[in-house]
């Protein structure tokens, strides 16, 4: 379909940046710098930097992330480690491939971790913590490091979708005993392709994260320290995204800027839900910007036809897919809010007339007066 409004808007960052993304690659390709070199030595300094943390682990992706932190926190059969349902399913996964169990704990009405939830799960085979920022938006952390520190469990931040939010003022990634990123192309900062970064401010856990993720070599290419895995960032990837980290900030402010258009566009409208805020302990930068609707499937299919693309995340939530055995766990606000939620385009790149088109569009969906063709409700037309 040739959307109006499309929900990432990848070729356009490349026209913008077309010069400086050129220049990266002919510099790559020319000296064939390509696995471990100097660019991903200096991104994997300035992400740490960056998060507030000592070290940062340049690998294959998010999902190795998670995995390889697991492994390196020593998770393994007979523990269970706490995490939630709506969720991509790599942050249950990278517990299940360590042999460990997932304890699915539910989310409440922010879309992360019930932080209320989590005390009554624990058990003595509890080993760990895995909380999730989604969307960008952060989870209580001093509850949950509080938690961790009173019953000794370790905690991986599934921050994928939450590099440079911040709770309190301390950037999401920098409260466990390591943090994870994800690099995916639509991530807020995106390679041309996979990528992930582990952080962590333990010297040890890093010095096994760099072995794991180089087939178990350690620092010395000649000496073999475990079994590990090809689990590298590239080069190419990492200085591209070295590169991009400049605009990094001011394209999260673009992101706050269209949150806000949508929070005045929609408020009022409709069922709709708009994202909580609370702008005193919580720093969003909206990897989604994410409504609810108890319409939802029918304002999907309106915004469709209506030349807006957006995505519906986890419609059916991990804890009902058959093939995972997660169905023993109970959790109503997670099924409640899969049946509900939609994500709108947001992304840097975005226009304010593209935005306000989709507001309208949204608006005209609702709208049940007489008065539903007055410029109020009546979307603009877009070239």
Not at 7 to 28: C, N, T
Not at 144 to 152: C, E, G, P, W
Not at 218 to 239: F, K, M, Q, T, W
Not at 248 to 276: C, H, S, T
């Amino acid at each position: 379909m040739d959307y109006k409004v499309r929900f990432v808007g990848y070729p356009r960052q490349y026209q913008q940046l077309k010069s400086e993304f050129d220049a990266v690659f002919e510099e790559i390709m020319s000296g064939g710098d390509f696995i471990l070199r100097g660019h991903l030595k200096e991104f994997e300094k300035n992400i740490a930097s960056y998060v507030g943390t000592r070290y940062a682990i340049g690998v294959n992706s998010g999902t190795d992330a998670l995995y390889l932190s697991a492994r390196a926190l020593g998770f393994g059969p007979g523990d269970e480690i706490i995490t939630v349902s709506h969720t991509f399913v790599a942050t249950v996964g990278a517990i299940v491939q360590c042999g460990a169990k997932p304890v699915l704990v539910d989310i409440a009405d922010d879309f992360n971790i019930d932080v209320n939830r989590i005390e009554s799960a624990i058990t003595s085979r509890t080993k760990g913590i895995i909380p999730v920022h989604l969307n960008g938006h952060p989870c209580r952390m001093d509850k949950i490091m509080n938690l961790a520190q009173r019953y000794n469990l370790k905690v991986i931040e599934d921050s994928a979708q939450a590099l440079g939010a911040k709770f309190k003022g301390r950037k999401c990634g920098s409260f466990g005993n390591t943090g994870i990123f994800s690099f995916y192309p639509a991530k807020l900062l995106g390679a041309p392709g996979d990528g992930g970064m582990v952080v962590t401010n333990d010297a040890h856990l890093a010095r096994k994260l760099r072995a794991f993720r180089d087939n178990g070599r350690g620092d010395s290419p000649d000496v073999i320290e475990c079994y590990g895995y090809c689990s590298r960032l590239d080069n190419l990837h990492a200085a591209i995204l070295n590169m991009k980290l400049k605009y990094f900030d001011n394209w999260i402010r673009r992101r706050r800027e269209i949150a806000k258009m949508y929070d005045e566009g929609l408020k009022g409208v409709g069922d709709i839900i708009v994202p909580i805020h609370d702008e005193k302990d919580f720093f969003d930068v909206y990897q989604n910007y994410v409504i609810r609707s108890k319409r939802r499937n029918e304002l999907a299919l309106h915004l469709k036809k209506s030349g807006v693309e957006v995505l519906i995340s986890w419609p059916k939530p991990l804890h009902k897919q058959k093939a995972l055995n997660l169905s023993h766990f109970n959790l109503p606000m997670t099924e409640r809010i899969s049946k509900e939620v939609i994500s709108l385009p947001i992304y840097p790149e975005l226009t304010n007339k593209e935005v306000k088109y989709v507001i309208d569009c949204i608006r005209l969906h609702y709208c049940s007066c007489r008065d539903c063709s007055a410029e109020s409700t009546r979307p603009l037309h877009l070239k």
